[in-house]
C-alpha cells in the first residue's frame, strides 16, 4: 500500500502562493496519474487538478483553472500543486491522491484508492 504525504499548507493573505508537495512512497510512483482534492468545512470533497503518469496531460476544476499548476517529479516520487493568485474560498484541507490502476487520468475521486492524511490551506481576505 503506497503512503502519500502532503506538506506545504499554511496561512496566506488572498491574493498570495503556497506550493503542496505530496510524497509518495514505493517504486512504483511513476505508473500512476496523481490528483489533488480538496475539501473546505460542512463541504464534499471536491475534485482540483489531476496529472498523468509523466505529466504529459493535465486535468482542473474550472474554480482552479489558470491560477494552480499541478506537476510532478518521478525521481523523487513527488506531485506538487502551485497555487498563486489565492481567494477566501481556496480555503480547505487539500488531499493528494493515487489512481487505480490502469486510470490514464481522472477528475473523478471513485477513481482513487490511496490517500493522503491532508494539508490545510487557510486564505485571509
Known amino acids: 500500500q503506497v503512503q502519500l504525504v502532503e506538506s506545504g499548507g499554511g496561512l496566506v493573505q488572498a491574493g498570495g502562493s503556497l506550493r503542496l508537495s505530496c510524497a509518495a512512497s514505493?517504486?512504483?510512483?511513476?505508473?500512476?496519474?496523481m490528483g489533488w482534492f480538496r475539501q473546505a468545512p460542512g463541504k464534499e470533497r471536491e475534485f482540483v487538478a489531476a496529472?498523468?503518469?509523466?505529466?504529459?496531460?493535465?486535468l482542473y476544476s474550472d474554480s482552479v483553472k489558470g491560477r494552480f499548476t499541478i506537476s510532478r517529479d518521478n525521481a523523487k516520487n513527488t506531485v506538487y500543486l502551485q497555487m498563486n493568485s489565492l481567494k477566501p474560498e481556496d480555503t480547505a484541507v487539500y488531499y493528494c491522491?493515487?489512481?487505480?490502476?490502469?486510470?490514464?487520468?481522472?477528475?473523478?475521486?471513485?477513481?482513487?484508492?490511496?490517500w493522503g492524511q491532508g494539508t490545510q490551506v487557510t486564505v485571509s481576505s
Open positions: 496529472i498523468n503518469l509523466i505529466g504529459a496531460y493535465t
Open positions: 491522491a493515487r489512481v487505480t490502476n490502469r486510470v490514464p487520468i481522472s477528475n473523478s475521486a471513485s477513481h482513487y484508492d490511496s
Open positions: 514505493g517504486r512504483t510512483f511513476s505508473s500512476y496519474a
